[in-house]
């Protein structure tokens, strides 16, 4: 049978004045009943205008390279879509105008957004290649809030927003590693610009959280507790690691989990143990008896599992498994990490898994990771609802709205790899 990931929206066509300095912006907000939204607000850089009563909007605007609009009704999610000049203006050649889908607000639904792995050390500092340097140790606070100002748009928006901390926090360099090919640490400001940015929650559950070993686990959890930021999946012993993070959003509880998939080579191994620290080891069994834990306590369950081969198009036959059975034992929600690259969605007995998020803010430049995501999913008394993609670039290693090649680029990986699973995706302008 077939299935669709809807799908939200927004499409837009630009019509060029030739020479005019001026371009006009015209499309439609609609419900998911199909019912025109009136009076609902559509904002772009300090000008604002109001949907009619079929849902039309236009708006003249200056000729830009990119248009973000942001789009608001009482009631309702709002939404933000960016788009650069060119890919818009060839629309406007088809004179094809796209309608754009706002989520109703109701009792107990709630909007959770999504991103990729996270991290703010090594080139962010010292960049290779000449680069410019994008956190000064004198500005770090500026800098590090810089590097995410673009997405801060997109992640403020949820009710409940999240990503992968694949790192440890330390103020100073600290010194005893594990013996592993790269170990990563970024300093605590990363913590605030997350915050600052709209993340309520991180995971810690992924193979960079014992790279200094105790003490760098010890001192990140410090920083961590210090911070604004609630977080799972690690902890200085396996009790503690696989606990949940308890929240209620909109009058519905859930537990969140978060897992890494290997126990690691090197000695001490990463993962927590009866008297050791670490991440939260994300055993099929942990999996099930963790989930199974935060259904008998009456939480809603989202597990966040860190495995699956790096650079893969598609995730392991352990990742699928264990993610599969988070869900036949309760879990309502699994979102994965690690491969670095963006990997399909799936709609598995009528809940999401996206099996790889990618990188959201990381210094890596092979040609692959800049492509990236964030994801929306919206949940009706802990039941998935919707969802919608947003198309993400990392831009010099900062998280930006992907247009045009980039934003084409990552929906057709995204969409090819969902349907070899047979989940379909609908692109309707800026996202998906």
């Not at 248009?67 to 009631?75: A, E, H, I, P, T």
């Not at 890596?364 to 947003?390: C, N």
Request: with cysteine; aromatic share 10%.
């Amino acid at each position: 049978m077939k299935k669709s990931l809807f799908t939200a929206a927004g499409c837009f066509v630009l019509i060029s004045q030739f020479a005019s300095a001026e371009v006009l912006i015209k499309g439609r907000l609609l419900t998911e009943n199909q019912q025109p939204i009136v009076q609902a607000e559509v904002r772009f850089s300090g000008l604002s205008t109001k949907t009619d009563k079929q849902g039309y909007y236009q708006v003249k605007v200056d000729d830009a390279d990119t248009y973000q609009l942001n789009f608001s009704k009482q009631g309702f999610y709002p939404s933000v879509q960016t788009f650069s000049h060119f890919e818009l203006s060839n629309q406007a050649s088809k004179l094809t105008i796209a309608d754009i889908t706002l989520v109703e607000k109701t009792k107990g639904r709630v909007m959770l957004a999504f991103g990729g792995d996270a991290m703010m050390g090594r080139r962010y500092y010292k960049p290779y290649f000449g680069d410019e340097v994008l956190i000064d140790d004198d500005s770090r606070t500026v800098d590090s809030r810089a590097i995410v100002e673009n997405v801060k748009p997109y992640m403020s928006l949820a009710d409940m927003a999240a990503v992968n901390l694949e790192t440890q926090i330390f103020a100073n360099k600290p010194g005893d590693a594990a013996p592993k090919s790269v170990a990563f640490y970024s300093k605590p400001e990363i913590l605030d610009a997350l915050t600052w940015a709209g993340i309520d929650y991180v995971t810690l559950g992924n193979n960079h959280t014992y790279d200094y070993k105790k003490s760098g686990l010890e001192t990140s959890l410090k920083h961590m507790r210090a911070s604004k930021l609630a977080f799972s999946g690690a902890g200085v012993n396996e009790e503690q690691a696989l606990k949940a993070y308890p929240t209620n959003i909109n009058g519905v509880d859930y537990g969140m989990l978060g897992y890494v998939g290997w126990e690691g080579r090197a000695t001490p191994n990463q993962v927590a143990e009866q008297d050791k620290g670490g991440a939260a080891f994300g055993s099929l069994n942990n999996i099930i008896a963790s989930v199974s834990a935060q259904v008998d306590a009456g939480r809603v369950p989202v597990v966040q599992y860190h495995g699956s081969q790096e650079y893969s198009n598609n995730p392991t036959g352990v990742t699928e498994k264990r993610l599969k059975a988070a869900i036949d034992h309760g879990a309502a929600l699994a979102i994965a990490h690690h491969p670095h690259v963006t990997q399909g969605i799936e709609l598995y007995k009528g809940k999401l898994i996206a099996y790889s998020m990618g990188n959201c803010i990381f210094d890596q430049y092979i040609p692959s990771t800049p492509y990236s995501f964030l994801l929306y999913v919206w949940m009706d008394q802990g039941k998935f609802h919707r969802a919608e993609i947003v198309p993400i670039y990392l831009k010099g290693y900062k998280p930006t709205p992907a247009t045009g090649i980039n934003r084409y680029t990552t929906m057709k990986r995204i969409s090819t790899l969902s349907a070899q699973r047979n989940t379909h995706i609908g692109q309707s302008g800026g996202t998906a």
